[in-house]
Every structure is written in C-alpha cells, then in structure tokens.
C-alpha cells in the first residue's frame, strides 16, 4: 500500500507546533519564576504580611545627664485595601471622629502612586497617624466590625521640659522629596525637620524590624511564618547627649522674655554649646502629634517669627565687639603696636577731611589697651584708613583688603562655622570684588568703608559666630566648631567637634585683648563699658557693642570668664535695645554667674525679674 505522504506531513506540523507551543508556555513560566520577581513579589504579597516594626526613637540628655526629650506611645490606623469587605463607612467615621469626605479622600489618596509610590493592596497603608492611647482604646473595642483595618503601635515625642525649642527641633511626616532622597522611608512614616531632631537623624531614628505572618487563601492571618525564624527585631536609635546646660538654658529663655534676640554660650575649651536661644521661642510639645500642622501654620504666621533661629540664621551688625577682631588684625600686619596711640576728638571722634565718625568723652590721645576697654570708635577708624590706604605695604586698597578678608575668615567670619544644627548661615566678610561692584575697581579706599572699621557697614556676623570669637579670644588664638551633640551613644563625634582651629592671628596679641576686655569690667583710667558685668570673685572679661538700627540700635555683649582657664564664653544679642550696657551686659553677667556658681546671689536676684519683665518688642510687633 502507498505511503500517504500528505498526511505524514501534517503529522510532523502538527506536532512541531505542539512542541513550539510547549516550548514558549515552559519559556514563559522560566521567566514569570526564574529571570522575574514580579511572579514572586504577588505570590508573597498573596501568601505573606510584612508588618513593619518601628525602632522607639533615640532619647536626649543634658550635659548633666537630665532627660530632655523621650518617647511615649502613640498609634496609627494602617489599612490592607485587598482584606476591605462589608465596611460600614458610616461607622467607621464616627468611631475615629472623622467625616466620609475625610475618608473618601483619604483611601483616594493612598490609591494615587503618584502621591504614595509605594502603594499596593497586600501591604499595609497608612491611613491615620498618631491617635491618642483614648482614641485608640474606641477604636480598638470594634475592630472586629473593620476588616482590613489594623493598629500599629508607634511612638512621638515628649519634653521633660518647656525649653530649647530652637535646639532640638521636632519631627513630623516625611515629605515626597523625603522619601525620593532616602529609599529608608514610606508614606507614614517619621523623621526630623528641625534642629538636632534632623541633623542627627540618621543616628535617631534606629531600624526598622519586620514580622513575617502568613495568609490563608481568605487573607486571613495564621501566625508567624516558619515560628518567625524571619522576623526581623526593630534596633532602637541612638541616644544623644548634648552639650546643653537645661538650668542654664532656662535661665536664659527667662532673661529674653519679650525680646527679640538670642543667647549662645559655649565651653571655650571643647566648643561645645552650652546655651542656645532664639527669642521668641516656643513650646516643642505644640510641634507633636496631629495638631503639629496647624500650630505650625500659626507660628509661622506669627509677625515676631518664633521660628526663625536667630541665634544661627540672622546675619546682623556685630558692633563694636568686632574692635576685638580688627585690633588683633592691625597688631598681627604691624599696623600698630600696644604703644600705638592715636587722636579722639570726642563726640566728632575720627575726623578726616570732611568726614567724622562719632564717639563719647575719653581721654586723647588714648593706646591699643584702653581702646578696647573704654571701646573708642576712632582708634578702629584710625587702624583701617591706615592698612587700607597703605599702597606701600599692600600695593592697593584691594590687596589691603584681601590681607584683611581672609584673616577675618580664619576666626570663623563669612562663612558658617560647620556648627552640627541645620539652617546655619554665613554672615558677610566684605571682599574688593563685593566694592568694586559697589563702587567700580579702584574708586574705593578706606575712607569710603570706614564704618566697617567699628562693626558697622557691610560685615555682618550671626549670633554664634560672636560667642565663637569670644571663645577664640578665651582660647588665645584657637577654637573648636560650635557643637550642641556631646556624645552619640556607641558612635564617635565628626572630627571636625574634636580638633582645633587655629586663626592667623599670632597666639601672644591675644593676651593685650584680653587684658582690654578685662579693663572694660574692672575699669581703667580711659573708662569702661562693661562694669556692670562685674561680679564679685570672677574674673569677668567682656566687650560691649551697639549696632546702628534704624529704629532703636541692638544691644550686644560678648564675654568669657574666668579670665584664665575660662569655662564659659557668651554673646548676647538684644534687638532694639540700646546700648549694649543697658540690657546685654548685666544679662550676660547673670549668665556667667549661673553656670561657674550654679546659683544667682541673693542681692543680684532681682535682676532676673527687672530684665524678664521688660519688654522690649517694638510697638508695631507686640501682641495685643
């Protein structure tokens, strides 16, 4: 019989496609469970639950060992969508106290990935954060009636005391551009926006740790996965020890009630910041919980901008405390020496040509020592015209300026100092570029920026950076960066809060400062202006300033003590306060003798309230 050779034909086709057919399907499956995790990542999310563990976050003491910041329990309502059946909204919103329209926006928002990448329905959402034990205790009693609905225990932040807001900062819900910079972080979760809270974060915020549960085909959970030999524990964050003085601290918020300024102290020796105040402040308890947005939005609002940090952000005149920074300069170019004198020509003060510079009754012609003390406007003037005009030393006012400029930079002006709070700003240090532009190259000289001689003018310093000087003057020619972070439990500081920085400046013109600074307390032949800071068995150095305004000039001081072996170097900065004899000194004092005696005595006690008490806001900025 004849071979049917058409029908062995189909034969072979048909089964060559069963085999093409059989070789794409195996093909496919090897690349949904092999070259694929898609195929994993649903099986998981159908068959498994990883519930997230959040770490409790670091605490923060005082220098002392007083706690400052802790956690306490808090919760948050999280929601699988894929396990939603049967919900009685209506229920549900009454039992959280919310509205439908809150919900329906809510359970909007968490399905938009462009709003919340991270969504999928097997996963936990956030759907509230940081409902009271109360509330949570309601909410939990009709759980049963809410599937799909969990409670995740967490934690917010508590203060042990109503201070140092500005330092500490606070921490709220992370933002998108959060989430994008650091793959750490979800929609609902926490992090630091303000103050240590944020710098230090990284340190804080600890692990996350996750349980493992495994899911029936209802969705149903059934226990941990393998008895939990893959959960995984949250590590708490680190603990912070700061350098703060929380009595000092107080102390010094009190002294700033109805002020606008700050305070800043620092141990010369270790740069670590000892106080630090912004006023006005505010409570750091109104910056937790779910009202934190709205008493936000209030303090922003406020015209006094209690959130704005004065003592690291404000860039203002430094006065005449910068006559220490300019005569440590003209000793170091040889400009002049402690025998130097020069003519005060009283209220006319500097006197060249037809322009003058003011200054108050002193002896004339008065030395280098005594300027300081007595804080003669004129013999700064005098300094800068002559290291400004002298072309036969520097060639140009512009190179003369340079010289000037980056001795300024190495005591820690024009730039930030790299202290370990967010937000620092860099004050200004005047360069020639910055006058040419002012002036055009070369038709400027020293004449023409003479108030920059007394701390007026252009340079500009913050807070921070006139305690600095005064630890830097303390220290005889070097200082530590300003640091508020004392220890990091189980980690070391950045080196940068450990090793010196050495200015210009040679270390033996800083003994003829100090001594000046010692003479503006005790006295001296040619005056003083810093009496008032005068305690009795403390060696008090200081250094008034009183920074033009347009309004009512700022009152400054900047001192350290003792005068030897010093242990505290502050700045006190008084907007719209006078001279700064009348209010920056006597509050210095107070600061000083807080921190070496740990005490006010009895017949300077009354000071406290006679410089709370006054209020010293402009009109237009009160609250009324």
Not at 107 to 117: F, L, T, V
Not at 257 to 280: D, H, M, R, W
Request: aromatic share 10%; glycine share 10%; net charge positive.
């Amino acid at each position: 019989m004849a071979k049917n050779y058409t029908l062995e034909k189909r034969k072979f086709v048909i089964s060559g496609i069963v085999v093409v057919a059989v070789l794409i399907f195996c093909l496919r499956l090897f690349d949904l469970q092999i070259l694929s995790d898609d195929y994993k990542k649903n099986a998981d999310s159908n068959a498994f639950l990883n519930k997230t563990q959040y770490p409790s976050r670091g605490a923060m003491y005082d220098r002392t060992g007083k706690l400052l910041v802790f956690n306490q329990p808090a919760y948050d309502i999280t929601v699988v969508m894929k396990e939603i059946s049967q919900l009685d909204t209506l229920d549900f919103c009454r039992t959280l106290n919310i509205t439908p329209t809150y919900f329906k926006k809510r359970m909007s928002d968490i399905r938009d990935k462009r709003q919340n990448p991270g969504y999928s329905r097997y996963t936990h959402q956030v759907f509230m954060t940081q409902l009271s034990a109360e509330e949570t205790g309601v909410f939990q009693e009709k759980l049963f009636k809410f599937p799909g609905f969990y409670i995740q225990r967490r934690t917010i932040r508590q203060y042990t005391y109503n201070s140092a807001a500005h330092a500490l900062g606070d921490i709220a819900e992370v933002s998108m551009k959060d989430i994008e910079a650091d793959d750490y972080y979800v929609r609902g979760d926490y992090i630091g926006k303000q103050g240590i809270e944020k710098s230090y974060e990284q340190y804080l915020r600890g692990e996350k740790g996750v349980e493992v549960l495994l899911r029936d085909a209802h969705g149903r959970i059934q226990g941990h996965y393998m008895d939990g030999e893959f959960d995984k524990k949250p590590v708490p964050g680190k603990n912070l020890t700061l350098s703060l003085d929380i009595e000092l601290q107080m102390l010094a918020e009190e002294l700033m009630q109805n002020k606008l300024g700050s305070i800043v102290a620092i141990e010369p020796e270790t740069g670590e910041i000892l106080c630090f105040v912004s006023a006005p402040s505010y409570d750091p308890s109104t910056m937790v919980g779910r009202q934190r947005g709205a008493n936000h939005n209030l303090l922003a609002q406020d015209p006094q901008k209690p959130l704005f940090n004065r003592a690291l952000m404000s860039g203002t005149p430094p006065g005449s405390t910068f006559k220490t920074a300019q005569g440590l300069v003209f000793l170091q170019e040889g400009i002049v020496d402690t025998n130097t004198t020069f003519p005060c020509y009283g209220k006319s003060g500097f006197v060249v040509g037809g322009l003058s510079v003011g200054c108050h009754g002193h002896a004339s012609p008065i030395p280098f020592i005594p300027s300081i003390s007595t804080s003669c406007n004129a013999y700064y003037c005098w300094g800068l015209y002559r290291m400004i005009d002298n072309k036969k030393k520097y060639g140009s006012a512009a190179n003369a300026l340079t010289v000037w400029k980056d001795h300024m930079v190495s005591m820690g002006f024009g730039y930030p100092l790299g202290v370990d709070l967010p937000g620092e700003k860099r004050g200004l240090i005047p360069n020639a570029q910055y006058y040419n532009k002012i002036h055009g190259e070369g038709r400027w000289g020293a004449l023409r920026i003479i108030s920059t001689a007394i701390g007026q003018g252009e340079v500009l310093l913050t807070p921070i950076q006139i305690a600095n000087l005064a630890a830097t003057i303390a220290n005889r020619g070097h200082f530590i960066t300003p640091h508020i972070v004392k220890e990091i439990e189980d980690n070391e500081l950045d080196s940068i809060y450990r090793f010196p920085r050495h200015t210009t400046v040679d270390k033996a013109y800083y003994e003829y400062i100090v001594e000046g600074m010692r003479g503006a307390v005790i006295g001296s032949a040619y005056g003083a202006t810093c009496r008032g800071a005068n305690i009795p068995g403390i060696e008090v150095c200081g250094k008034t300033g009183t920074a033009q305004n347009r309004g009512k000039d700022h009152s400054i001081f900047m001192g350290f003590a003792p005068m030897d072996k010093p242990k505290i170097a502050v700045s006190v900065y008084v907007e719209n306060g006078g001279f700064g004899a009348t209010w920056a000194v006597p509050i210095g004092a107070l600061m000083i003798e807080k921190y070496l005696t740990g005490k006010i005595a009895p017949e300077r006690e009354y000071k406290i309230d006679y410089i709370k008490n006054a209020n010293l806001i402009p009109y237009d900025l009160q609250k009324r």
